[in-house]
T-cell receptor, first 115, second 112 residues
Framework: TQLLEQSPQFLSIQEGENLTVYCNSS?????LQWYRQEPGEGPVLLVTVVTGGEVKKLKRLTFQFGDARKDSSLHITAAQPGDTGLYLCAGADAGTEKDNRKLIWGLGTSLAVNP | DSGVTQTPKHLITATGQRVTLRCSPRSGDLSVYWYQQSLDQGLQFLIQYYNGEERAKGNILERFSAQQFPDLHSELNLSSLELGDSALYFC???????????FGPGTRLTVL
């Protein structure tokens, strides 16, 4: 069974702090996506990383895809209360059909940023 | 706004009943995915349809079924409902580059 492990499971920090959350697997992914979900709403796609070693920045969020395409990290600089939510990663299984790859989902990191 | 619509937003029903959840994908997306999310299980993939045909199956119970219509909207039918079926049900659409999925606002199902 393929698994995507996310850590930490819960994180509570003060506004202005930096943080990093991780998404790890023993499987190789053709791409990896990060989503943010607020309570009672659907996940919202933040970014897709495709190339091993790729780094993408979205304002204060920095996403990195591991060289071997098995893991990823999300770093948030100067966190704000608006960053509060559940951060989910999902990897596209490289062993499945190219135009319809199966997504493997992590359980998420629940982030609370306190004012 | 993801462009994916789901109805109803909330649904309260009794055990043993049957309900139908509806989803309209983003314009141009051929794939519809259904997910169940509960507090203790995370986001669980149920089933995927692509251009009207079943494409992939996940942890979908036999009491549940789905279909995708010629206009690409999809319905998820849940029957013989049990208390444990109470959850958020999400529909996502996609089928374009990089397997990205775009989620609807969800239907919160409460089974009493």
């Amino acid at each position: 069974t393929q698994l995507l492990e996310q850590s930490p499971q819960f994180l509570s920090i003060q506004e202005g702090e930096n943080l990093t959350v991780y998404c790890n697997s023993s499987s190789v992914f053709s791409s990896l996506q990060w989503y943010r979900q607020e309570p009672g709403e659907g996940p919202v796609l933040l970014v897709t990383v495709v190339t091993g070693g790729e780094v993408k920045k979205l304002k204060r969020l920095t996403f990195q895809f591991g060289d071997a395409r098995k893991d990823s990290s999300l770093h948030i600089t100067a966190a704000q209360p608006g960053d509060t939510g559940l951060y989910l990663c999902a990897g596209a299984d490289a062993g499945t059909e190219k135009d319809n790859r199966k997504l493997i989902w992590g359980l998420g990191t629940s982030l609370a940023v306190n004012p | 706004d993801s462009g994916v619509t789901q109805t109803p937003k909330h649904l309260i029903t009794a055990t043993g009943q049957r309900v139908t959840l509806r989803c309209s994908p983003r314009s141009g997306d051929l794939s519809v995915y259904w997910y169940q999310q509960s507090l203790d299980q995370g986001l669980q993939f149920l089933i995927q349809y692509y251009n009207g045909e079943e494409r992939a199956k996940g942890n979908i119970l036999e009491r549940f079924s789905a279909q995708q219509f010629p206009d690409l909207h999809s319905e998820l039918n849940l029957s013989s409902l049990e208390l444990g079926d109470s959850a958020l049900y999400f529909c996502a659409s996609g089928g374009r580059a990089d397997n990205e999925q775009f989620f609807g606002p969800g239907t919160r199902l409460t089974v009493l």
